[in-house]
């Protein structure tokens, strides 16, 4: 938190879970505990509970409370570094989906070679399944996100697969092919048609969709393919003396390659198909991974971005009913202040 109040001034912070504890924490931070409101919670949801359990009994817990603030109006977003399938279930159960969204979605930032540096990656865990229409809305949601995260005013979306050719691939992916195809207008975005796993951090496209399953281990092997290569560089450049001269003359140039490839810059997932926006931190994060999932949910909860993306998915409806493909939902709004 004091990373993201040294570097944003406006942001607010509602913290939830035992008082004392965090009181004292956050005192260690000068001028931390005016931004700061603490609610004190005496449970706390640990990464072995089940979601079913903290359904019927994480009333009392932190994470409950940081959802419930968002619920109420009083949180604009929450940031969580818990249990993931846990907080995905109570902010089914207190926010609850948005009308017409089947199946909500968690969304991550993926390095690419665009010009802003990251790609949007959905479904990667919300749910191992996906039907067609489910990866139409995730395709809607994703353009949505886009739009008010990453100011891309017509994002290109790609629907991933084992193959670009149109004959490849499952019965529901050639049906959400089709689907996608059809609400280019209605959703604001361009479709690229089908994408390999080598255009997850191309500049082919913006947007990738695809099921649960797929997209979380395609987000993990990402994760440890590049400390697996911060490593390899670390022991390369330490391996001889000369090895080391090298690393110094080069210092610069990794120390930006680093930056680029750090996972901790796009740390957030954030929960798409609710009344509300949630952001799921790894739980393993250090400060810098934190910082960055709270600058992202401030600025989704400043924009109004659940809002925005409550009308993107009601704009998929039948082209008779289609009233909203011509709404805006680029970002702007004066909302702040996060749930943690």
């Not at 799921?280 to 925005?308: C, E, W």
Request: net charge neutral; aromatic share 4%.
């Amino acid at each position: 938190m004091a990373q993201s109040a040294e570097h944003n001034p406006k942001i607010g912070f509602l913290v939830h879970g035992p008082e004392d504890e965090l009181r004292a924490l956050i005192a260690r931070r000068r001028g931390l505990a005016e931004r700061c409101e603490i609610r004190h919670a005496d449970g706390v949801v640990s990464m072995e509970d089940k979601p079913s359990h903290v359904m019927r009994n994480g009333k009392g817990t932190s994470m409950w409370a940081a959802i419930e603030a968002v619920r109420s109006g009083e949180a604009a977003a929450a940031v969580s570094c818990g249990n993931t399938g846990a907080l995905m279930a109570v902010s089914m159960l207190r926010l609850r989906k948005l009308p017409g969204v089947n199946r909500p979605a968690i969304a991550c930032l993926w390095p690419s070679r665009n010009p802003g540096g990251f790609n949007i990656m959905l479904d990667v865990g919300a749910d191992i399944r996906a039907e067609a229409g489910d990866l139409l809305q995730y395709a809607l949601m994703g353009a949505s996100y886009a739009r008010n995260g990453m100011g891309l005013a017509r994002p290109r979306v790609g629907l991933l697969n084992v193959g670009t050719e149109e004959h490849k691939g499952r019965a529901e992916l050639k049906a959400a092919h089709e689907l996608i195809s059809a609400n280019t207008e209605a959703g604001n975005f361009d479709y690229t048609g089908f994408v390999e796993g080598s255009d997850i951090p191309s500049a082919r496209v913006d947007v990738i969709v695809t099921d649960g399953f797929t997209g979380n281990v395609a987000l993990k092997t990402g994760e440890g393919t590049a400390t697996l290569i911060g490593e390899l560089l670390t022991q390369a450049f330490k391996a001889t003396p000369l090895s080391r001269i090298a690393a110094l003359l080069a210092m610069t140039s990794l120390r930006r390659l680093n930056r680029r490839i750090d996972p901790r810059r796009v740390n957030g997932g954030v929960f798409l198909g609710l009344n509300g926006t949630v952001v799921k931190s790894h739980g393993s994060a250090d400060a810098t991974g934190v910082a960055a999932a709270i600058g992202l949910a401030f600025r989704l909860g400043r924009s109004g971005f659940s809002q925005r993306l409550a009308a993107r998915v009601a704009s998929a409806a039948p082209p008779s009913e289609d009233t909203a493909a011509g709404e805006s939902d680029d970002d702007s709004g004066n909302h702040n202040g996060t749930g943690e």
